[in-house]
């Protein structure tokens, strides 16, 4: 099984700064025949279901601020809030969903707040 | 607008069963994967199981194997998680999640699971104690 690890565990960033959460998969979630990396990023707020941000590691998704984005490839991948605003206090996961059979496993989720 | 609403949460005694209900709609449901994926109490989350869009298809996780089943009516709009011989550590949120299935894979043909999960039901509460 793939195992997912986040860094840090609890991250707090001033309203306005960069906020950067890494996710290292134990092996590649790069399949070789598409080139893609099955990896996505989900927010969720307190009291809420979780909400997709990104998916194939970098591709936003529809309605999501643009000053979210998500970066990297093979084992070591990045979520990036480019100007943290308060509504982003939340806890954010990685999720691979490359194992065969279909395992999904998520990273231990990191707690974002403000400083 | 896509709408996944989950039932039949509650408490049980350990070794008792339970049967989770997700009914979908604002989307074609008979066009994805649906899953199950858990949340205990403070932790983090963890896919439980799914099935693919006809209903020949399972996936588990390993520590449900053999006590949990998922099913599915495309006629009803809903996926149902059967939860048997449940255990003190099966206490969590249990959430319906619906795999994405993009303008890409219909043209492709593409019919597998390896794809992320795009929408998540409010959760139902199971909580296993005696």
């Known amino acids: 099984d793939i195992v997912m690890t986040q860094s840090p565990d609890s991250l707090a960033v001033s309203l306005g700064e960069r906020a950067t959460i890494n996710c290292k998969s134990s092996?590649?979630?790069?399949?070789?025949?598409?080139?893609?990396?099955?990896l996505a990023w989900y927010q969720q707020k307190a009291g809420q279901p979780p909400k997709l941000l990104i998916y194939w590691a970098s591709t936003r998704e529809s309605g999501v601020p643009d000053r979210f984005s998500g970066s990297g490839s093979g084992t070591d991948f990045t979520l990036t809030i480019s100007s943290l605003q308060a509504e982003d206090v939340a806890v954010y996961y990685c999720q691979q969903y490359y194992d065969s059979p279909p395992g999904y496993t998520f990273g231990q989720g990191t707690k974002l707040e403000i400083k | 607008e896509v709408q996944l609403v989950e039932s039949g949460g509650g408490l049980v005694q350990p070794g008792g069963s339970l049967r989770l209900s997700c009914a979908a709609s604002g989307f074609t449901f008979s066009n994805h994967w649906m899953n199950w994926v858990r949340q205990a109490p403070g932790k983090g989350l963890e896919w439980v199981a799914n099935i693919k869009r006809d209903g020949s298809q399972t996936y588990y996780l390993d520590s449900v194997k053999g006590r949990f089943t998922i099913s599915r009516d495309n006629a009803k709009n809903s996926v149902t998680l059967q939860m048997n011989s449940l255990r003190v550590e099966d206490t969590a949120v249990y959430y319906c999640?619906?795999?994405?299935?993009?303008?890409?894979?219909?043209?492709?043909?593409?019919?597998?699971?390896?794809?992320?999960?795009?929408?998540w039901g409010q959760g139902t509460l199971v909580t296993v104690s005696s």
């Open positions: 092996q590649s979630v790069l399949y070789s025949s598409n080139k893609k990396n099955y």
């Open positions: 999640a619906r795999l994405t299935w993009s303008p890409s894979d219909r043209s492709d043909g593409y019919d597998g699971p390896y794809r992320n999960l795009d929408f």
